[in-house]
């Protein structure tokens, strides 16, 4: 290692090793430090059940990363990353035994809707379609880190994504386009009612229309270990099992980069109460199965899709979330995401096994078992699915945060999705990666564009490092 380094790294989640691989493509002197024994933050895969059934403690279908234009720049599949893709992207059953599907195909997704709503489906999404990539950089480079590309389609997409999304639902009249949006929403766990919600449905339905909602082959864990491979062949190095508590912990550098919650980077760094107006959202309650067979949904598009939301209505959904963000407490019928990533991808389990995991939304920091609730909410969806139950694997907010610093109180977007904070994180600014410290910069999913593993936190952090180097 030279006695100084360009830049230092701390955190090995999708957003430091991508901001570590985009320094070290550009000739910087690079070094990335990680608390735990792997590399992945979001993006692990583990055996947290039984032998030979490997699960994903987090993230498992990958919308955002698929779709992202820090990752789509890298050559990720030389190092062993590749995509598998379920017939669905994604499902939504209903209680009487039918379902909405979030299809590759917009003619397909718009007919599970009824005829009432496919038009009114049609017209808001293919003006975007062949402009995705586009807009899809334009999106995630805000705030200020690059010009938009295409103005002019960003600021249509902001009118009518800036909106709270029952603002844009209004335009359809049956409740299955509703429904189906309002758990799109959801996956960033924002209220439907919140500013920009509009933005998060739209930003999901159009990223599986362009390149699905896949898995990785062998689990998440194959991102990360893309990435740190990448890395290292571009000089950079690994170092885990090396938790940083301060500042001279770490060695000398020209910059040091943080993928970690503003709670932990003001502890670190000595910043005071600097983010102390920053909020944390609800946590999640997690639970990953090990099954004996497919989940045995009743509605048949379910049991080839890889995501699977559960929430009868966009009433219900709605009640859940303001129980867990605004009401403290635990809803009593939870909305739920799961994913079945054996329907693209067997290798995860034994021969004619699954692995399945499903959460449900509580509050920040609660302490609770949800499990009995979760399992009432699938067995409505596919009676029978205790039977198949080989061992589970719970983990409330306290166990969430145990695995991974940066989900505050089980909270796995590092931060809450609503308001301002949902565009303008973690501090009302024009720069937010920067802090206090001119050589010190945040890249976590608590900046923008926020949650999700794509990298693009970290590759517009890089952006902020490399033009302080060269001016150094």
């Not at 509580?362 to 198949?388: C, H, K, M, S």
């Amino acid at each position: 290692m030279p006695s100084m380094l360009d830049a230092v790294v701390v955190g090995a989640g999708p957003n430091g090793l991508t901001a570590a691989v985009e320094l070290a493509r550009r000739g910087f002197s690079v070094a990335l430090f990680e608390a735990m024994g792997t590399v992945g933050g979001g993006a692990r895969t583990e055996e947290l059940t039984l032998p030979g059934f490997r699960h994903d403690p987090c993230s498992a279908a990958h919308p955002l990363a698929v779709n992202s234009p820090a990752f789509r720049a890298l050559p990720l599949e030389r190092y062993g990353l590749e995509w598998l893709h379920p017939e669905l992207p994604m499902a939504h059953p209903f209680p009487d035994g039918t379902a909405a599907v979030l299809s590759r195909s917009v003619g397909e997704t718009a007919a599970s809707f009824g005829p009432r709503d496919a038009g009114a489906y049609r017209r808001l999404v293919e003006p975007f379609l062949p402009k995705w990539d586009t807009l899809a950089r334009d999106f995630m480079s805000l705030p200020l880190t690059a010009l938009p590309r295409d103005p002019v389609t960003l600021a249509r997409f902001g009118l009518l994504g800036l909106p709270p999304s029952t603002w844009l639902t209004r335009r359809f009249r049956d409740e299955r386009a509703r429904t189906l949006f309002a758990g799109l929403v959801a996956h960033v766990m924002a209220p439907l009612g919140g500013f920009a919600t509009g933005a998060v449905g739209l930003v999901f339905a159009l990223a599986a229309h362009a390149r699905g909602w896949p898995v990785a082959r062998g689990g998440s864990q194959a991102i990360s270990d893309a990435l740190a491979a990448y890395l290292e062949d571009l000089g950079g190095s690994v170092h885990t099992d090396y938790e940083v508590k301060r500042l001279d912990d770490l060695p000398p550098a020209r910059a040091y980069v943080f993928d970690t919650s503003p709670t932990a980077l003001a502890r670190i760094a000595g910043f005071g109460s600097h983010y102390a107006n920053y909020r944390y959202g609800p946590g999640v309650f997690k639970i990953d199965y090990a099954l004996d067979g497919p989940v045995p949904w009743t509605a048949p598009q379910a049991r080839t899709a890889g995501t699977v939301q559960i929430g009868a209505d966009s009433d219900e959904i709605a009640a859940a979330l303001r129980a867990a963000s605004r009401e403290g407490r635990a809803p009593d019928t939870p909305f739920l995401i799961t994913v079945q990533p054996g329907v693209a991808d067997p290798t995860r389990a034994p021969a004619g096994k699954h692995v399945f995991w499903a959460y449900g939304h509580v509050p920040n920091g609660w302490t609770g078992d949800l499990t009995d609730a979760i399992e009432r909410q699938l067995e409505r969806y596919a009676p029978g699915f205790r039977d198949r139950v080989l061992a589970r694997a719970t983990a409330g907010p306290p166990e969430l945060a145990a695995r991974n610093a940066n989900y505050v109180g089980g909270d796995i977007a590092t931060g809450a999705v609503s308001g301002l904070q949902l565009l303008l994180r973690p501090k009302l600014s024009p720069f937010p990666y920067a802090t206090p410290h001119p050589a010190v910069f945040i890249c976590s999913s608590a900046t923008p564009p926020g949650p999700g593993v794509h990298g693009m936190s970290g590759h517009n952090a890089a952006k902020a490092v490399w033009r302080r180097l060269r001016q150094t």
